[in-house]
């Protein structure tokens, strides 16, 4: 399981289960909601849709920062 705090440069893209609603999280934002120890799992079983209020029945996916090569 992936601990937020290894991760706080990326995003998490939590799609809802039931209406395929999509959710761009950024996890230095959820860090300071939810404790730094929390995984990126413990976040997708908290999430609650903001579509259709659905709890726990949705996917993830860790998306890490686009960095500028120029």
Not at 26 to 53: M, W
Request: aromatic content about 4%; some cysteine.
């Amino acid at each position: 399981m992936t601990k937020l705090s290894t991760i706080p440069d990326h995003t998490l893209r939590i799609t809802c289960g039931v209406c395929n609603h999509h959710s761009m999280l950024e996890v230095a934002n959820l860090i300071f909601v939810v404790d730094e120890d929390a995984t990126a799992h413990d976040v997708r079983l908290r999430y609650s849709c903001p579509k259709c209020k659905t709890k726990g029945n949705n996917t993830y996916e860790i998306i890490p920062e686009r960095r500028d090569l120029s």
